[in-house]
């Protein structure tokens, strides 16, 4: 295993004493084989380069506070994780090797509020666990989730992760943090400042600069526990699904879709290619059994077989019974003007059952991974999803773009476009392969480069990277000769001047390690 | 959207007479010894999408093992069907599966004292016949037989030596063989497994 840079073994060796003496033998873990769970699951062929050194488990604010205090006499760097299930952009593992795994899992309270609506979590809560309890309490209230719901809900809320309800945008829902500094100083963010002041958790702002943004997708502290606003259960809920034949109606759909976003009718939207609807439900060898990707006549003869187009457009809409109904004439009489549009509609009254394939855009979390298994073996996938703005034909010329860059590196375009902001897209493109393949993993690494580039040639980004991209991605954010990026710095510096907390997260590196690449060293 | 290849007819009536051959299967074979992983409380996991995975499952159940459907989502089969039944009710667990549902399966097993103490895969997916990599501390010569002998009904003669196999090393054996290319349309590529708990 690697050892933390600039630590000797017998360094090591006393770090890990002075830990166990903070969490207790059981939640300090170094044998190789425990610390295997911490690799990312879908590393393209890149595993050893993150490999961690050990992983600390604290249980409490006050324990996390003990760790930083260790970590800043030693320089020890420190990889925060609330449950690590951010795969496709790196699980648990960290940038910096032999960083030591900061893994909060075991702090897992909840507090929901049925009367105003929120709920406030520690990191170890998963989607699932925050279902449960509400359903358990029997509070009408829906919470949003992603797919898979096995992750954090304040990891996810972090990394400005999304979900398929109204509540979609899971960092605009988010309101309240309680964060440890490098320092070991504890704070709460906005109302939260003042010591007991009840309304928190209902409004994001304070008397003074807004902090929470400093605390996502970044590495300036330990976020401890974050309020979240939970979604009273409609007393209606109609899914409209459509579908449309050709790959260039996803202008007419995109262009259609955007007033309804912009007024509100439509309150969140999810679109899926033709691959992206496969995949959730077959595997490549059904359809095909040649190599590279599906040849166009093979496409068609699988939207055929299975009943579908090019495209398809989901979303749901939420509220009284009336109201909904009203909605639905507003929509169907807007899309009815595609040529060749399939529209279908299914709806529920608050209590109903809701199966399956509607739980997600209803709050209820699953665990199913299919579209892994596409091209079978040991299947994985990694994103650097774009923003991209809600505009039709610039979006069509992207989509063929990306789609011939995909297929030059023999795999179909897996591509989903989901909206939870009112003007824009998170356009995934997920790229499917299997990690046991080092010739698909070297493909797979290659095309996300690939797409990383190609994006910012036409001044477009990601909003997430895997580890092994966030320098690139950072990178890219020019403007003012990376203006911004000094700003991360300074602040960097600042806050955590020994570089203990997340070395690399979001390409902010420390100035110790930023200095030593400056010199040519290897780190980072 | 609906899967859409629902198995063929043929293939479940060749597959429903595999399940009776395998009944029909030698004592030695068709009785789990004391040793046998498979022969404590054992689950199977079945995913009725698939042909292959009923057969394994039925072939299991048969033999004394509590099936499970796979719901429509893995997670839900965990929350649901496996996780109440630990710890103690439950001492091995199996299936013959798409790979993402071992993947996942795993992950939630994790701070249960689970292990994995054997996983196979078995890839069809390109012309050239069929090839199977077994890996696990059981013994794995009798499951590679069944295999190669196998044939169209190689999910149920690989259920049947599963049941059979004696956890017979401390370390992982593995082994890769390759086979004739069974008949059927499908993924192609499936995993067979046991997790195991400590009674």
């Not at chain 2, 190689?154 to 054996?173: D, K, P």
């Amino acid at each position: 295993l690697p050892l933390p840079p600039g630590l000797s073994s017998p360094d090591f060796d006393s770090v890990c004493k002075a830990l166990r003496g903070v969490v207790g033998d059981d939640w300090l873990v170094t044998e190789e084989a425990k610390l295997a769970g911490y690799d990312d699951p879908y590393s393209p062929g890149v595993t050893a380069d993150y490999d961690p050194s050990g992983a600390v488990l604290p249980a409490s604010v006050e324990e996390i506070r003990a760790i930083l205090a260790i970590a800043n006499r030693h320089a020890l760097p420190l990889w925060t994780v609330s449950l690590g299930r951010n795969y496709a952009y790196g699980g648990a593992a960290p940038c910096l090797k032999g960083s030591m795994i900061l893994d909060l899992k075991r702090m897992t309270k909840i507090e929901v509020d049925p009367e105003l609506a929120y709920a406030i979590v520690e990191p170890g809560v998963t989607y699932l666990d925050l279902y449960k309890f509400i359903q358990d309490k029997k509070y009408g209230l829906w919470i949003d989730c992603t797919d898979p719901g096995w992750g954090s809900v304040l990891g996810n809320t972090l990394e400005h992760g999304i979900g398929y309800t109204p509540y979609g945008d899971h960092a605009g829902q988010q309101c309240g943090m309680e964060v440890v500094l490098a320092s070991g100083e504890l704070l709460r963010t906005g109302l939260g400042a003042m010591d007991g002041n009840v309304a928190w958790p209902v409004y994001k702002y304070a008397f003074g600069p807004t902090l929470d943004g400093l605390f996502m997708q970044s590495n300036y502290g330990v976020v401890t526990k974050i309020g979240v606003w939970l979604m009273p259960a409609p007393e209606f809920f109609s899914v409209v699904e459509m579908m449309v034949p050709h790959e260039e109606d996803i202008a007419a759909l995109i262009d259609t879709l955007r007033p309804l976003r912009l007024d509100g009718t439509v309150p969140t939207a999810t679109i899926a290619n033709w691959m992206r609807i496969a995949a959730g439900n077959t595997t490549r060898a059904e359809w095909y059994n040649g190599k590279g990707p599906l040849p166009p006549n093979e496409v068609d003869n699988l939207m055929h077989e299975m009943g579908i187009g090019h495209w398809g457009l989901r979303f749901g809409l939420y509220g009284p019974e009336r109201v909904v109904a009203q909605q639905r004439d507003v929509v169907e009489n807007a899309f009815s003007h595609i040529e060749n549009v399939e529209i279908g509609v299914s709806s529920y009254r608050r209590g109903e059952a809701i199966p399956p394939e509607h739980a997600t855009l209803a709050g209820v979390p699953s665990v199913d991974l299919m579209p892994l298994n596409w091209l079978g073996g040991a299947g994985a996938h990694i994103e650097c999803p774009l923003v991209v703005p809600m505009q039709g034909a610039a979006f069509l010329e992207l989509y063929r773009r990306r789609t011939a860059l995909f297929n030059a590196e023999g795999f179909d375009h897996y591509c989903g476009l989901t909206s939870t902001t009112p003007r824009c897209f998170i356009n995934t493109g997920s790229i499917i392969f299997d990690r046991n393949d080092a010739e698909q993993c070297a493909r797979a690494r290659r095309l996300g480069r690939t797409l990383i580039e190609d994006a910012h040639k036409r001044r477009l980004a990601g909003y997430r990277a895997h580890i092994s991209e966030m320098d690139l991605v950072a990178a890219q954010f020019d403007f003012n000769d990376h203006a911004a990026m000094r700003l991360y710095r300074t602040l960097k510096d600042t806050l955590d001047p020994n570089g203990i907390l997340s070395p690399g997260k979001q390409g902010i590196w420390p100035k110790a390690l930023r200095e030593a690449k400056n010199k040519g060293g290897e780190t980072p | 959207v609906t899967p859409p290849h629902a198995p063929d007819r043929r293939e479940v009536l060749k597959l429903g007479a595999a399940a009776a051959l395998m009944l029909a299967a030698p004592a030695a074979v068709a009785a789990g010894s004391s040793t046998s992983l498979l022969g404590g409380a054992a689950t199977v996991i079945a995913d009725a999408r698939y042909p292959e995975s009923l057969t394994f499952a039925e072939i299991l159940m048969r033999r004394g093992a509590a099936a499970v459907t796979r719901r429509s989502d893995i997670g839900g089969t965990w929350f649901h069907d496996i996780a109440p039944l630990l710890p103690g009710r439950l001492q091995s667990l199996c299936g013959l599966t798409l790979q993402s549902d071992l993947f996942i399966l795993q992950r939630l097993a994790e701070g249960t004292s689970a292990c994995t103490a054997y996983a196979g895969t078995h890839d069809w997916r390109y012309s050239g016949g069929a090839t199977h990599t077994l890996a696990g501390t059981i013994d794995l010569d009798g499951v590679a037989a069944a295999l190669d002998q196998g044939g169209d009904v190689w999910s149920g003669c690989l259920g049947a030596a599963l049941f059979a196999a004696n956890e017979g090393h401390r370390n992982e054996q593995r082994l890769k063989l390759r086979c004739t290319m069974p008949a059927g349309r499908g993924p192609r590529y499936f995993v067979s497994w046991i997790m195991r708990w400590a009674a």
